[in-house]
């Protein structure tokens, strides 16, 4: 059965209550990860993983403990690109699956829009969670739930 892991520090509200009741429905173990303690409800599948504070303390935690087939939720590409070089699957907040054939231009432009950024262009930075990205991450979580769990 594998496990899933989310990058709590960025993930939203809505995402997170989407994952709990996912994880209940389906007796799913998921650690939620950051470097801070993520209130969640009391749950025997549900675990939260408070890591030191520090760059990336809670990336290296993550992939320290990874499983091949596991799934890990996170929008932090260099961390995605290092959970599927260990097997993963890896899907957004969104319910934006990512592969190793989409991750590298997704990285690619992330490093253009940090150069326009650096030269003292604004880039507006990412859009708002909306009604239509809940429905697409809770309709592409339960689809990866249904076939691998």
């Known amino acids: 059965m594998p496990t899933l892991w989310i990058d709590a520090d960025a993930c939203p509200r809505v995402a997170r209550d989407i994952i709990v009741r ?9 650690w939620f990860v950051a470097n801070h ?58 319910g934006e699956s990512l592969d190793h054939n ?17 030269s003292g262009e604004h880039t507006g930075g990412p859009k708002g969670y909306s009604d239509s990205d809940r429905r697409e991450f809770a309709n592409a979580l339960d689809r990866w739930l249904a076939k691998n769990a």
């Open 37 to 94: 303690q993520v209130p969640l409800p009391a749950s025997r599948w549900v675990k939260s993983l408070a890591v030191a504070s520090g760059f990336d303390a809670a990336d290296h935690e993550i992939v320290a403990r990874l499983e091949k087939g596991d799934l890990l939720i996170t929008s932090d590409l260099p961390l995605a690109m290092e959970a599927l070089d260990k097997g993963a699957a890896v899907m957004t907040t969104r």
């Open 102 to 118: 989409n991750i590298r231009a997704r990285v690619q432009m992330r490093d253009f829009m940090e150069t326009l950024r650096a």
């Open 22 to 30: 996912a994880a209940e429905r389906t007796n799913t173990t998921t």
